[in-house]
């Protein structure tokens, strides 16, 4: 097995499956799927933990919650990653590893920065430094993108995407339990349970800033993948046409009116588990689980049960093809917050805990793995980076917008109707998925 992924036309049997995730661009995209994942709950899920144990009152948490849509928002950068040579680091690069390194620069930055930013004193400081995370890890996310899809053919990105949301979902692991672990183990003895110990997570996060080696060694010692050479703009205007207009116009010429139907399918394919998945702690907090249960099972078990969906959802859709998987996805992702009203009838009960995370994550890990696969096969190599960031970007905008809501919808209605109304809101998905599903066998 090269290290392009070659492959035969033939069926690929699990034994051959095995050996491609062994090869040498499956494993560089494991580490830089760490190096991507590491951010996320650090300005973001661990991040609200943390302002809580400092006092900060819950609204305020929930509104900095929407520090994540810089991740919505990344297409308006994109054609900057995607055509624009940085001074130096391109040339002593190439294109994508100059941009990758740049923003895994940026991540660090963000994350020293909160390191030393104590939220009781100025909260300020640490929301910006937050932000600069958050716009370091979406733009590493476009590099990234475009790195893994120029990497190899189109019927092996499931592969690719199954070993980067390895990577993601181990980061996860990392920056989720393990940041806990190491502030617990760095607090001072003999204060009161619950006091907030700035020192602590400071240790914490420096740590995590540190972790982001993984992914910048990597990526000093990647090859740049081969990719359009481009030819230099004589004029600004030229270089937003290109840059700008064109893989938006391309997308847009290229699937006509039923461009419409792949960009509603893009923008609500996880909308079910990402309004959800917001209130998701809250929810374990007021059924009175432990921090040691909730990172335990959700943050250290669970994130495994997503990485075995990941690598099931790869290997399903090498043997049965995307569509199908996607389909299967989108059920069982609805399906599983059913199981999320029915916990929160059930009440505290850790074994009935398991039973839901596994079904979640493992779900959640199939849905990602064809979804990426999806997003992949819809990208035009000459535009790989744009449009790529285009559709993730979609995908995250609406959810993520409606989920700053979601507290008001469980004070209004409960969890019971809270989480199966998020269940609702993937049946349009379907419809949606089997509609694409007719388009691309008739195309």
């Known amino acids: ?65 929407w520090v994540g849509l810089a991740y919505g928002f990344k297409w308006a950068w994109a054609p900057l990653v995607d055509r624009l040579p940085l001074p130096v ?29 104590n939220p009781q004193y100025a909260l300020t400081p640490l929301v910006a430094f937050a ?89 000093l010692f990647s090859k740049e993948p081969a990719h359009t050479v481009l030819a230099p703009a004589r004029s600004l205007r030229e270089w937003l046409q290109v840059a700008v207009f064109e893989p938006f116009a391309e997308f847009i010429q290229r ?22 998945g917001i209130m998701a702690n809250p929810f374990y907090v007021d059924m009175g689980y432990t921090k040691e249960e909730v990172a335990t099972v959700t943050k250290l078990y669970g994130v495994i049960m997503t990485l075995v969906g990941a690598f099931l959802g790869g290997g399903l859709v090498l043997r049965f093809g995307v569509m199908r998987v ?20 059930h009440g505290h009960d850790v074994y009935a805990l398991i039973a839901v995370v596994s079904a979640d994550n493992l779900a959640s890990g199939i849905a990602s793995a064809a979804f990426i696969a999806y997003l992949s096969s819809l990208t035009n190599v000459q535009y790989s980076a744009t449009q790529y960031a285009l559709f993730s970007s979609l995908m995250l905008l609406l959810p993520k917008f409606l989920a700053g809501f979601s507290g008001v919808a469980v004070d209004a209605a409960g969890y019971v109707w809270f989480f199966a109304g998020t269940a609702a809101l993937g049946l349009p998905v379907l419809l949606l998925v089997w509609l694409a599903s007719r388009y691309h066998q008739s195309a």
């Open 255 to 276: 699937y006509r009116w039923h461009a419409v139907l792949l960009l509603a399918l893009i923008g609500t394919y996880r909308i079910s588990d990402i309004v959800m």
């Open 1 to 65: 097995m090269n290290d392009n992924l070659s492959t035969t036309s033939k069926l690929p049997t699990w034994q051959d499956t095995l050996l491609i995730y062994l090869s040498p661009s499956s494993l560089r995209m494991l580490a830089l799927g760490f190096s991507a994942g590491l951010p996320l709950l650090l300005v973001l899920g661990t991040l609200s933990f943390r302002l809580r144990e400092a006092g900060i009152d819950r609204a305020t948490i929930g509104f900095l919650s």
């Open 131 to 219: 932000l600069l995370a958050a716009f370091g890890s979406a733009t590493q996310d476009i590099a990234l993108d475009a790195f893994r899809i120029e990497s190899a053919q189109a019927r092996l990105q499931a592969v690719l995407a199954a070993s980067y949301q390895t990577g993601y979902r181990l980061a996860m692991i990392w920056a989720g339990a393990g940041v806990f672990w190491i502030a617990a183990r760095a607090e001072v003895g003999g204060l009161p349970a619950g006091t907030y110990q700035d020192a602590a997570w400071s240790v914490a996060y420096t740590a995590m800033a540190f972790s982001m080696l993984v992914g910048m060694v990597t990526v």
């Open 89 to 117: 680091l391109t040339r002593l690069l190439g294109r994508r590893r100059s941009w990758l390194l740049l923003s895994q620069v940026a991540v660090v930055a963000g994350l020293l920065g909160m390191a030393w930013s």
């Open 326 to 345: 996607l389909m299967l996805g989108a059920v069982l992702s609805a399906l599983t917050n059913l199981l999320f009203a029915w916990l929160s009838l």
